[in-house]
C-alpha cells in the first residue's frame, strides 16, 4: 500500500553505514523489523531485489538520466550506459559481484547470514 513501508538496507546499515540506493529497497515494516541487523540469503533474495533494482533504475535513469543520485550505482558499473544495457542475468552478477565479499566480510565480523523472513502469521 502506498506510503505503508519502511525502506530497508539489503545490507545492514550497522555494517554499510550509507543510504546509498543500490542497498535500499521499499518493504514491509514486519519484515524489515524480522531482518534487523541480519544478512540476506543472497541465494533466496538477491534475484528477486537485484531484478526490482534494475526496474527503479531504469525508470530513473529513463526521467532523470544526469541525476547525481543515480552516482550511486556506478559500484556495479564503469559508467550507467553501460549499466542500463545488462540483462537481467548480467545485473544480478553484478549485484552478486559486489555484494559476496560484502556479506563475507559482515559474516567474519559476526553478522548472522541467510537471514529469511518468516511470517508470524
Known amino acids: 500500500q502506498k ?10 546499515w550497522s555494517f554499510l553505514p550509507n543510504d546509498q540506493l543500490w542497498n535500499l529497497i ?5 519484515v524489515n ?32 538520466p544526469n541525476s547525481n543520485l543515480l552516482e550511486d550505482y556506478l559500484q556495479l558499473a564503469p559508467s550507467l ?14 549485484y552478486r559481484d559486489l555484494l559476496t565479499p560484502l556479506v563475507q566480510i559482515a559474516k567474519n565480523t559476526g553478522f548472522r547470514e541467510k537471514w529469511r523472513y518468516e511470517s508470524q502469521g
Not at 506510503?3 to 545492514?12: A, C, K, M, S, V
Not at 550506459?81 to 553484478?94: G, K, T
Request: charged share 25%; no cysteine.
Open 3 to 12: 506510503g505503508n513501508f519502511d525502506l530497508d538496507h539489503f545490507i545492514p
Open 26 to 30: 521499499p518493504g514491509d515494516s514486519s
Open 33 to 64: 523489523s524480522s531482518k534487523g541487523n541480519q544478512l540476506p540469503d543472497l541465494e533466496h533474495y538477491l534475484p528477486a531485489f537485484s531484478a526490482r533494482q534494475q526496474a527503479a533504475l531504469q525508470v530513473f535513469y529513463a526521467k532523470k
Open 81 to 94: 550506459d553501460d549499466l542500463i544495457q545488462l540483462s537481467a542475468h548480467d545485473f544480478e552478477a553484478r
